[in-house]
């Protein structure tokens, strides 16, 4: 993560991962999910946390979750079927359920189809919110398959020239196993900064840097410096990557409206008009390696190509070079071990939850 | 395409597109291509020309592939065959031809595999250059299919943070079928800047951008203005889509990185540290709609997304929001009628090779 959103230290209490689990799971199974949904949406926050991707976990997620539950706008425990269906692909409805608990049961499917044909691909409509799209790819890992995700909903992006919003921030996640290196876990939003860190910035009470948003005319704001409480989405739309004509921001524009096109078009639920902030359509997909090369050569030659990633020589101020994947993998063998920080003030919201709900919380 | 990279009416002819396309089936022959070979090679080159992707037509590319044929480096008629295969998925050896023809056959394969089971993908290693990656993912489009085609090689793009080249700039395309409207066809490389684009600025005689390339010591150029003929490669290298990694570098690095797993890993053909310039992997998949949805569905729903798209109101200075293959589609329809607009220093390196090769060559 770009230094620029790291939480002071201080500002942190480390909770121990099973801890932090066993409360998330409470609060879940109150608002009426069954103990595996409840388990499984944990599991999709939680991964998050251990790897580093605070935008997706417990502090920034969890809370817009409950109100959702609260407000009756979220199936807990929804019952997703297929609507159609070939040897390799399926469009699954998610019956209102969050993209927590449709996504993985879709993976399933994508994977089940590739260990029999090859490939296997599920778009899913009326779902809810995704969450990390990295955990839905990696779920592939363990098959020795690429794990693709895909998620689109709501209007944070301008199109390249637009001055108004029309897609979403619309991520992408590409996993791909190797060997002893941390996997290859691509998982990226398709503007030139994700929607979840805008809110991350009020919290640090950061600025914006240039190039994220748009002027209110729609033209791109590269001199940055407006306070984050510019009422991002309402006046400022965000930028898709590239931020200029000039710098490619046709190329994140066009990748942002192929998410949405394997995503909400593919799936057939919801009209380009209709793409609502709270229904979400998602797209998962797995390529089994066996079906191309040897499974231990290609693990091998991913050994060597993130080596030699990591081999380039930094530039000035630059003490390594990274690949997707190694920073989180680091990151999470660490928290797995030395716990999982939390600002306080994300402590203060899981000690007022619990008194409400009666759940008991110890965090040291 | 960028209004910087236009090249000016005054310095261009028009020739007819089967003209162009007669003179350059002869020069094919000449070096010893079968009839097939050299009417799929030039078809690649002309849907380029065509739709107005004149990095990748006969002006920048067709004197390279000449190039090679002349000094032996290229397969004029490759036997490509499967090295290994699944139900829907296959790796291709491509005879160490250009991918002008051994993809257009593996695009083949994988539609066939979609055909009978939904979906189909086929790596290809030992094959040379590409052509416009948006030719291959559009021949899915015929066989109601979303098309994907990526190619990876050289070491053209920096690693964020990185001070040395480690990958090439593999580009992305992804074709899907539409019912009235230009297909949506997304086309680019991975870098903020396409490097043939590099090129073109030569011909034009124009300054590079800030955020294209790199310093020398790796740092990206934020400011611009160098001369094109800086050595673009040696000591100045391109940098990944996002420029730097405050406006999400890393998302281009990442994306990039991926290609080149799905191409070269992935076909098992080439390590990490053996992409060469001249040998290069490729990636093709079909994904058919009727596994998903309705075909009618589908193509309806997006010609409403493309005119949703096409209907935002634009920002100052613009007269209107495109999406990728719009512009292009237009164009093309504008030259298949008025002729392909070519620079005088293309026909003359025209009229210099054919009467070298005894091709007669008349363009008006």
Known sequence: ??????????????????????????????????????????????????????????SNMLRNYVQMYREGKSNPNPTWKIVKESYTTATVDGDGGLGLMTAAHSMDLAIEKAEKYGMGAVAIKNSGHLGAAGYFAMMALPHDMIGWCMTAGGKGMLPTFGAEPQIGTNPIAIAVPSNKKYPFVFDAAMTSIAGNKIGLLE?????????????????????????AELKIGVTRNQLPLGSTRELGSHKGYGLAVAVDILCGVLSGAIGFSSLAVDRRAHFVAAYKIDGFNSISKFKEDMDEMLQGLMNTKPAPG???????????????????????????????????????????????
Chains 1, 2 share one sequence.
């Not at 109150?30 to 997706?56: M, P, W």
């Not at 914006?208 to 748009?214: F, M, N, Q, R, T």
Request: hydrophobic share 35%; aromatic share 8%.
């Open 1 to 58: 993560m770009l230094d620029y959103f790291k939480v002071p230290k201080e500002d942190c209490i480390n909770i121990n991962e099973n801890d932090l689990r066993k409360v998330t799971e409470s609060i879940f199974l109150k608002y009426g999910l069954s103990e595996s949904n409840a388990q499984l949406s944990t599991d999709v926050l939680l991964h998050a946390d251990l790897r580093g991707i605070e935008t997706h976990g417990v």
């Open 318 to 364: 630059h003490e390594r070079v990274l690949y997707p994947g190694l920073e989180e993998g680091e990151v999470e063998n660490f928290r797995r071990k030395e716990g999982i920080p939390l600002h306080k003030e994300v402590i203060d919201w899981y000690m007022k939850i619990c008194s409400e709900l009666d759940i008991p919380f110890k965090y040291n």
């Open 203 to 227: 919290r640090l009470n950061k600025p914006i840097l240039p190039g994220w948003v748009a002027n209110p005319d729609g033209s791109p704001d590269m001199k940055g410096g407006s306070k």
